[in-house]
């Protein structure tokens, strides 16, 4: 099938927050991102539960116009593309490149008298709105030095965009180190249509605006804020393969656009996993005071932006709904990093660490509390880094592509450090529906 079309990506917005010129091939990696991910998004044709039958995996092919035909057309190239999206969605993909035939926009054709390019020491940030990408921002500027953040974020709804626009405002208002660029990135007439709920293909779009973003501005280095349990992404039950877990962030993920964007030879970026060796409750404990106040306003949830469930009238509970895992880790790490009076149960409407929440509620907690339980036993042994391995598998590929993003030299003692910190800090968070569960009691 041909790329579904009509769909908006104001990649204009790059252009013009800088008064630079689109590149082709920087033109072509946003159109080819937008595209695959429309496919990927109106494709609903598979489920959680068809992987034991094999249904999982769906078989996906999009023609899509490029300005360079011959450079996407080649092996490395459109290998690389299609290695990534396989990766990230556990699809079969079949990608075309057909010569661009829409008029060109301003963006790529005007030339300006003068650059808004940052002067000082700079660096684009992944910027989603939800916790961690706050804290890895603020982190960042509370350090000594004159780093300049783009923060870039994507999104598809208003609720979304709004919660950006906010957090950014309030970040550009306490430092002179912030240029937020928002960019809307969303489907028309989507609207009352069925839509593959995972959506696994948004990371290649979130990071693809990253990199045309460092490209345009010409900055080195692209940040992913995303502490280490959630980049890597291990899975909550041995029944979850592949890409039932995201893995919009996972070390192979970045290493994949990494090496995308050094065939296009634009000049040097790097991608970055700045907290990766940090769990969400360290990362929340690093946050300088002087943004602290701000980590109230973040959200993490899975079905926040798009849940049409009606707000209480005191708001206290608005779309959030407390049982997905992103909630549920966001409580644990407000409580084990010692800021409780920041994780108000009736902001939710399930409260999993009340014993009266109900048994499906629980669910995520369950399976959360089961991977807990391994990891403890897997990192025990007198070889901590053999039972990880040996539990979780999957390891071997992340900690190769931290060594290829040259995150650390002692990459699998770190990793066994953030897996043991984060089962640590769950019997820190004191709350009964854990405690029963990890004291053997079961929820």
């Known amino acids: 099938m041909s790329a579904p079309r009509p769909y908006r990506l104001d990649q204009a917005k790059i252009a013009d927050t800088f008064?630079?010129?689109?590149?082709?091939?920087?033109?072509?990696?946003?159109?080819?991102?937008?595209?695959?991910?429309?496919?990927?998004?109106?494709?609903?044709?598979?489920?959680?539960?068809?992987?034991?039958?094999g249904g999982w995996c769906r078989e996906l092919s999009a023609v899509i116009e490029v300005r360079d035909v011959d450079f996407w057309s080649t092996a490395g190239v459109g290998g690389a593309v299609t290695g990534l999206l396989e990766w990230l969605t556990d699809d079969r993909w079949e990608l075309s490149f057909v010569p661009f035939r829409r008029q060109r926009p301003p963006e790529e054709t005007q030339e300006t008298l003068f650059s808004l390019r940052?002067?000082?020491?700079?660096?684009?940030?992944?910027?989603?709105?939800?916790?961690?990408?706050?804290?890895?921002?603020?982190?960042?500027?509370?350090?000594?030095?004159?780093?300049?953040?783009v923060l870039v974020g994507q999104s598809g709804t208003?609720?979304?965009?709004?919660?950006?626009?906010?957090?950014?405002?309030?970040?550009?208002?306490?430092?002179?180190?912030?240029?937020?660029?928002?960019?809307?990135?969303?489907?028309?007439?989507?609207?009352?249509?069925?839509?593959?709920?995972?959506?696994?293909?948004?990371?290649?779009l979130f990071l693809s605006l990253a990199a045309a973003t460092a490209l345009v501005a010409k900055v080195g280095e692209v940040r992913v804020y995303e502490n280490g349990i959630?980049?890597?992404?291990?899975?909550?039950?041995?029944?979850?393969?592949?890409?039932?877990?995201?893995?919009?962030?996972?070390?192979?993920?970045?290493?994949?656009?990494?090496?995308l964007v050094d065939m296009m030879g634009l000049g040097d970026l790097?991608?970055?996993?700045?907290?990766?060796?940090?769990?969400?409750?360290?990362?929340?404990a690093r946050i300088p005071e002087k943004f602290a106040d701000l980590i109230s306003t973040t959200v993490s949830c899975d079905t926040w932006s798009s849940d049409r469930q009606p707000s209480p009238p005191d708001g206290k509970r608005a779309h959030l709904c407390g049982s997905c895992a992103?909630?549920?880790?966001?409580?644990?790490?407000?409580?084990?990093?010692?800021?409780?009076?920041?994780?108000?149960?009736?902001?939710?409407?399930s409260d999993v660490f009340d014993l009266k929440c109900t048994t499906e509620s629980l669910f995520a907690l369950r399976l959360m509390l089961g991977q807990v339980a391994e990891l403890d036993a897997a990192t025990s042994g007198p070889d901590p880094w053999a039972g990880l391995i040996e539990?979780?598998?999957?390891?071997?590929?992340?900690?190769?592509?931290?060594?290829e993003l040259r995150s650390a030299a002692d990459v699998e003692d770190r990793l066994v450090g953030l897996y043991r910190s984060y089962v640590d800090e769950w019997h820190q968070v004191n709350a009964p529906t854990v405690d029963r569960y990890l004291g053997g009691v079961g929820v």
């Not at 920087?26 to 609903?44: C, F, K, N």
């Not at 000082?120 to 300049?148: K, M, N, W």
């Open 19 to 53: 008064r630079a010129r689109l590149p082709e091939h920087v033109s072509d990696l946003l159109d080819i991102a937008i595209a695959v991910h429309s496919i990927d998004r109106l494709t609903t044709t598979r489920d959680l539960r068809d992987s034991i039958a």
């Open 118 to 149: 940052p002067e000082s020491t700079a660096a684009v940030g992944c910027f989603s709105g939800g916790l961690d990408s706050f804290g890895g921002a603020a982190i960042d500027l509370g350090e000594p030095g004159d780093l300049e953040l």
């Open 158 to 204: 208003s609720r979304a965009r709004a919660l950006q626009r906010q957090l950014a405002g309030a970040l550009t208002f306490r430092t002179a180190r912030v240029q937020p660029l928002l960019v809307k990135a969303n489907l028309i007439g989507a609207k009352g249509r069925l839509q593959d709920r995972q959506q696994r293909s948004r990371g290649l």
């Open 230 to 259: 959630g980049a890597i992404n291990l899975p909550y039950s041995h029944s979850q393969i592949g890409a039932h877990m995201s893995r919009s962030a996972h070390p192979k993920t970045l290493v994949g656009m990494q090496r």
């Open 270 to 284: 790097r991608f970055s996993l700045p907290r990766v060796f940090d769990t969400k409750a360290q990362v929340v």
């Open 326 to 349: 992103s909630c549920v880790l966001r409580r644990q790490a407000l409580r084990a990093s010692g800021m409780h009076s920041l994780d108000a149960g009736d902001r939710y409407r």
């Open 391 to 403: 539990a979780y598998p999957q390891l071997v590929d992340a900690r190769d592509a931290l060594r």
